[in-house]
């Protein structure tokens, strides 16, 4: 049986840095954060293999 996510949601995250260097293409992640506790947006460092650096990536949606 399938187990019960309750206050956990799904995000997406986005290079910010990625659209501004033009490139073609994105680097997004998806991850699941607990909306109760954290209910502004995500903002983490992750790497972008397109740029071949550690960037911010920003929840959206």
Request: glycine share 4%.
């Amino acid at each position: 049986m399938a187990k019960k996510r309750g206050n956990r949601i799904q995000v997406i995250l986005e290079c910010t840095e990625h659209a501004a260097s033009g490139k073609p293409g994105t680097s997004r992640y998806i991850t699941v954060k607990n909306r109760k506790n954290d209910p502004e947006r995500m903002e983490i460092k992750k790497f972008n293999p397109i740029l071949r650096k550690m960037t911010i990536h920003k929840e959206i949606k």
